[in-house]
Each structure stands twice: as C-alpha cells, then as structure tokens.
C-alpha cells in the first residue's frame, strides 16, 4: 500500500509536467501577440517601443524554448510569476482564488453526498413505488437543466423575491459575491457569509446530485440480488441492518469514483456557477485569464487543478480497500 501511493504520488510529477508543456504550447498557437494584448489590444495605436517594453518586462522578447525552460525553472522554486494584466504575483492571487474554489466545492459535494446518496438508496428500497418515480423524474430534470439558468432562477426565488418581499430575515439570501468572507475551521461559514455560499452551493451541486442518486440507486439494485443480501435476509436481519451494514458498503465503489471526481473537477471547472454569482475562484479565474492571454495565471492555476485532480484520484482508490475488503493493492500497484 505505501509503495502503491509513494508510486502514484511521483506520477503527479510527469502528468503535470505533460499538461503544462501542452498548455504553454498551446498558448504560443492562439491568434494575437501576447505583448499587443498587455500594453492595450490589437485595436490600440500602441508605439511599437512600449510593445518592445513589454516582451521585455515579460520575457516574451526570448525564444520559446527558452521562455519554456525559464517558466519550468521558476515554477520547480514555486515562483509561479507575475500575471501579465495587473502585475500581481500568481501565488497572490492563487491565494485569493483556491480557498474559495475549495469552500465552494466541498459544500457542493457535501450537499452531493447528503441528498444524493440518500435519494438513491430511497429509490432502491421502493422500487416503482410512487418515491421511486418522483424521485426518478426530478433527477432527470436536475440533469437536463443548464446550470446558469438554473442559477439564475434561484437567485430569483430564493434571494431577489423574499428581499423584495420582505421575508424574514433567516429566509433572505444573498444573490452574488462572498460577503464578508468570515470561516471557522476553514470550511464553516459564519457571520452572513453562509447566505451567499447556499445558493452557488446548490447550483454546483445540482447535476453531479442528481448523477449521484441515479448511480446509488443502480448500484443498490444489483448488489441487492448478490448471494450475500439473500443470506442476510434468510438470518432474519432487519432492512436497515441489511442496507447499511451489507448492501450500502458494497455499492459504494462506483459512488466513490463518482463523487471523488466530481470534487476534483469542481474547484477547478466551476466556470459557469462562479461566474453567476460573482464567486471569485479557480474556474472563472482560468476562463478569464484564457481570454486574456494571461498565460502565468492560466498555467499556475492549472497546474493547481491537475495536482489536486491526482491527489483526489489518489485518495478514490485508497478507498476502495476500506469498503471492499476484497481489494487489496498488489505490489505491482493494481487492484
């Protein structure tokens, strides 16, 4: 096992070195001159020396092999450079952006693990029942619907409407930004902050809860015609006794893959919720920073994301061994 992880660990280093290499190559191929871009667009009048300027203060006036190997040398001391739009370092501003990409996505998964799982197992006890099919059709819908509008609509229900009419004050939401950004043990939100989490919160979480359920109630289904439920319920056991002891811990392998990516994927892919409501983290930072040409922002951050995809991923596979005793990792690293 520990060699296992020590194995996957030095892994993270080549796939991020791969994914990076490719991204800065990438950048080099977009339309447009960078230094153009930094001094005031293409559309600007722009003095050709301020623009000589520019490749100099940033390095663009060298070759891109030796841009490349610079960038490499930098980022190995954790030096992740300055952005190219505000001159603010990257690690400042990764600092402002990953706390609450992180607060936000473990709220949503969370939330995915609370409602989702427990929708799903739902479903499974009363299959057909009239549970089963409302709770079928309202995970399909939560699927169907495109995230931004779903984000609007709550910030219409639940935060424009009660502050137009003058709901009680526990009931009022907030509808963009953080607030005062006040947190206790890191992830509790405290003060007014918990009234601008819950509505991004719900947003994110929406479609991978909705996924959740559909994968639990599937998966409890199939374990629930295994040898070992039948001869649980031959001893005479109680349905939840046979739920939770013996069919929820066998049907949580393909959960476990599911909620681990989706943790993974969210604090840096949240694009969309972060830019509805104002949230000012990972996702809408790399978006922006694509659009700018900012490649020291778009490439720390990155680099942020596949380190924590791996790690994550990492950890999903750990898991498996504690709820199926039946995994174990070899010493060849397969399960």
Same mark, same amino acid.
Request: charge should be positive.
């Given at each position: 096992?520990?060699?296992?992880?020590?194995?996957?660990?030095?892994?993270?280093?080549?796939?991020?070195?791969?994914?990076?290499? #490719?991204?800065?190559? &990438?950048?080099?191929?977009?339309? $447009?001159?960078?230094?153009?871009?930094?001094?005031?667009?293409?559309?600007?009048?722009?003095?050709?020396?301020?623009?000589?300027?520019?490749?100099?203060?940033?390095?663009?006036?060298?070759?891109?092999?030796?841009? @490349?190997?610079?960038?490499?040398?930098?980022?190995?001391?954790?030096?992740?450079?300055?952005?190219?739009? /505000?001159?603010?370092?990257?690690?400042?501003?990764?600092?402002?952006?990953?706390?609450?990409?992180?607060?936000?996505?473990?709220?949503?998964?969370?939330?995915?693990?609370?409602?989702? &799982?427990?929708?799903?197992?739902?479903?499974?006890?009363?299959?057909?029942?009239?549970? +089963?099919?409302? *709770?079928?059709?309202?995970?399909?819908?939560?699927?169907?619907?495109?995230?931004? %509008?779903?984000?609007?609509?709550?910030?219409?229900?639940?935060?424009?409407?009660? /502050?137009?009419?003058?709901?009680?004050?526990?009931?009022?939401?907030?509808?963009?930004?953080?607030?005062?950004?006040?947190?206790?043990?890191? @992830?509790?939100?405290?003060?007014?902050?918990?009234?601008?989490?819950?509505?991004?919160?719900?947003?994110?979480?929406? %479609? =991978?809860?909705?996924?959740?359920?559909?994968?639990?109630? $599937?998966?409890?289904?199939?374990?629930? $015609?295994?040898?070992?439920?039948?001869?649980?319920?031959?001893?005479?056991?109680?349905?939840? =006794?046979?739920? &939770?002891?013996?069919?929820?811990?066998?049907?949580? #392998?393909?959960?476990?893959? &599911?909620?681990?990516?989706?943790?993974?994927?969210? !604090?840096?892919?949240?694009?969309? *919720?972060?830019?509805?409501?104002?949230? /000012? $983290?990972?996702?809408?930072?790399?978006?922006?920073?694509?659009?700018?040409?900012?490649?020291?922002?778009?490439?720390?951050?990155?680099?942020?994301?596949?380190?924590?995809?791996?790690? !994550?991923?990492?950890? %999903?596979?750990?898991?498996?061994?504690? @709820? +199926?005793?039946? %995994?174990?990792?070899?010493?060849?690293?397969?399960?």
């Amino acid at each position: 096992m520990i060699s296992y992880t020590i194995r996957r660990l030095l892994l993270i280093l080549p796939t991020a070195f791969a994914a990076l290499s #490719l991204l800065f190559g &990438l950048f080099f191929l977009l339309p $447009g001159d960078p230094a153009t871009l930094i001094v005031g667009g293409a559309n600007r009048n722009v003095p050709e020396e301020v623009i000589e300027r520019a490749k100099v203060r940033y390095g663009l006036d060298e070759s891109v092999p030796e841009q @490349f190997v610079n960038y490499w040398k930098r980022t190995l001391r954790w030096d992740l450079g300055e952005s190219f739009q /505000n001159d603010r370092s990257v690690n400042e501003i990764l600092g402002e952006r990953a706390p609450n990409s992180i607060r936000l996505s473990f709220w949503a998964i969370l939330i995915e693990i609370a409602v989702g &799982l427990s929708v799903g197992i739902i479903s499974a006890i009363r299959r057909y029942s009239v549970v +089963d099919r409302v *709770t079928t059709v309202i995970t399909a819908v939560a699927s169907a619907i495109p995230v931004f %509008v779903l984000g609007f609509v709550l910030q219409y229900a639940l935060a424009v409407y009660p /502050n137009k009419h003058d709901w009680p004050e526990w009931a009022k939401l907030r509808v963009q930004g953080r607030g005062p950004d006040t947190w206790t043990l890191f @992830f509790i939100p405290t003060g007014e902050t918990w009234r601008y989490l819950v509505l991004p919160a719900i947003t994110l979480a929406s %479609v =991978s809860t909705a996924l959740a359920a559909r994968m639990m109630r $599937g998966s409890m289904l199939e374990v629930s $015609g295994s040898d070992f439920m039948r001869t649980a319920k031959a001893k005479g056991l109680s349905e939840r =006794s046979i739920v &939770l002891r013996h069919g929820l811990r066998n049907a949580m #392998l393909p959960v476990i893959t &599911l909620i681990g990516l989706d943790f993974a994927t969210t !604090i840096g892919t949240a694009v969309l *919720t972060e830019t509805v409501f104002n949230w /000012n $983290g990972i996702g809408s930072t790399i978006a922006r920073a694509v659009g700018e040409r900012d490649a020291p922002v778009m490439l720390a951050l990155t680099l942020v994301v596949v380190i924590a995809y791996a790690v !994550i991923n990492l950890i %999903v596979d750990l898991s498996y061994a504690f @709820f +199926d005793p039946r %995994v174990r990792l070899d010493s060849g690293g397969h399960g």
